[in-house]
């Protein structure tokens, strides 16, 4: 019965980014200029708008430079792969934030296949999924390792516990559920054609919620004293943001809880400027 919130964590990750630039800033292989993001966006979303707007914030906050490149929502298939390329091999880019899901027009895999995973900061290429599974580095999508972060920095521990995952995507529910087995979780991994989500949800001492559907897990899902942590970002009935979590019900029997907005939604853009600066260090070997 307690709010976990995501701003201390934040907080605490972007301590630690500017302590690492200043380091690097200080070294003799520093290249004389600052990490710098590319935002490569199709079209004029509203949910793209205003995550991007959030990491434009903390990329100046820290010091670290951004460029944005919108490109107008009927733009050719071939156009956009000339442009991604141009962007990708610019070698003052150190890493790009690419808005998915791409307009039906636009090949995906055509443009993943055209992005470098030493840039593909968000864990979109083949090649960073195969080292999330294989636990060998890489760049996990940014969501999936802030429900990490969220967990480690607020020291809720994961060895031996019972974890349900709600929901299956490469963005969130898969690559979530590998870095808890990789901390010794027990996790169940459910989707739309799980039965008896409620009784799987009530034995999970953490449930993660990434559904994507309006205040979807109410009280009667969760067992007295879990900890819930709600990846949702939805819009409910009366046009306010709202989780997959019905926070009030819920808020009665769990004993921490991620809010909406203010929970998981804060750390993202925070673990998206700690792995622009690994990109940059690692490129100029500092
Ligand atoms: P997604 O690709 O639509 O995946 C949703 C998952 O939920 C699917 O695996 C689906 O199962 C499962 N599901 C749907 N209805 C279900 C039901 N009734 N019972 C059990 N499982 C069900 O969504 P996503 O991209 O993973 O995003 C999930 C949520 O996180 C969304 O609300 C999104 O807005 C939010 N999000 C938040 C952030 C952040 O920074 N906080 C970032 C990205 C996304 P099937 O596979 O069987 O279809």
């Known amino acids: 019965m307690a709010e976990l919130l995501g701003g201390p964590v934040a907080q605490k990750i972007c301590e630690k980014i500017t302590d690492s630039l200043e380091a690097a800033k200080k070294s003799d292989k520093y290249p004389g200029r600052l990490p710098k993001l590319a935002i ?11 995550y991007e707007r959030g990491a434009v914030k903390r990329i100046e906050k820290l010091g670290m430079n951004f460029e944005i490149f919108e490109f107008d929502g009927n733009i050719t298939n071939e156009e956009f792969q000339k442009e991604f390329i141009k962007i990708n091999n610019d070698n003052n880019i150190d890493g790009i934030l690419l808005f998915m899901p791409l307009p039906e027009n636009i090949n995906t895999r055509e443009t993943i296949s055209n992005f470098s995973p030493e840039k593909d900061l ?16 890489g760049y996990a999508p940014c969501t999936a390792e802030a429900v990490i972060k969220l967990l480690e920095y607020s020291d809720i521990e994961t060895d031996g516990k ?19 087995i990789d901390k010794n979780a027990t996790v169940t991994i459910c989707h739309s054609h799980t039965r008896n989500l409620k009784d799987i949800c009530k034995r999970a001492d953490i449930v993660i919620a990434a559904v994507g559907k309006a205040k979807m897990i109410d009280g009667s899902y969760i067992g007295d004293g879990s900890v819930v942590i709600d990846v949702g970002v939805n819009v409910d009935e009366n046009g306010e943001l709202c989780g997959d979590v019905d926070y009030g019900s819920v808020f009665e029997k769990a004993k921490l809880i991620t809010p909406v907005p203010r929970g998981v939604g804060s750390i993202t853009t925070s673990v998206l400027s700690e792995h622009l600066l690994r990109s940059f260090i690692k490129k100029f070997d500092i």
């Open 162 to 180: 019972n974890v349900t995952v709600i929901g299956r995507s490469n963005v969130i529910g898969k690559p979530v559920s590998m870095m808890l």
């Open 122 to 137: 968000d864990g979109l290429t083949l090649t960073n999924m195969a080292c999330l599974y294989a636990g060998t580095g």
């Open 40 to 50: 490569v966006r199709i079209g004029k979303r509203d949910d793209d708008l205003a």
